[in-house]
């Protein structure tokens, strides 16, 4: 069956970094798409990367363009997120994405707090 498990995530300080991790199995992982999504206190699940399959193309959500960095490593089934210069407001809970066969899979999620 198809997992994702996130990790990676923490308290840091406005200005800091942190390097999130998804770690895939149960399905084609070199083949797929893989995306990023949060989720902060009182608001709607967002977008927030998106990877291709070989990892030659990423997308982000204007919010986090130029201070996240999504990849990936194919020989270990595993995607990240780096993410630089964090701002109170990427507080959120942080969610590994895939779909499969048309069906959307989610990992657990992983706290990122950003406060001084």
Not at 16 to 43: D, E, I, N, V
Not at 44 to 51: L, P
Request: proline share 3%; aromatic share 12%; hydrophobic share 35%.
């Amino acid at each position: 069956q198809v997992q994702l498990v996130e990790s990676g995530g923490g308290l840091v300080q406005p200005g800091g970094s942190l390097r999130l991790s998804c770690a895939a199995s149960g399905f084609t992982f070199s083949y797929t798409h893989m995306m990023w999504y949060r989720q902060a206190p009182g608001k709607e699940r967002e977008f927030v990367a998106i990877i291709t399959p070989a990892g030659s193309t990423t997308n982000y959500a204007d919010s986090v363009k130029g201070r996240f960095t999504m990849s990936r490593d194919n020989a270990k089934n595993t995607v990240y997120l780096q993410m630089n210069s964090l701002k109170l407001e990427d507080t959120a809970v942080y969610y590994c994405n895939t779909k499969v066969r048309a069906t959307d899979y989610w990992g657990q999620g992983t706290q990122v707090t950003v406060s001084s």
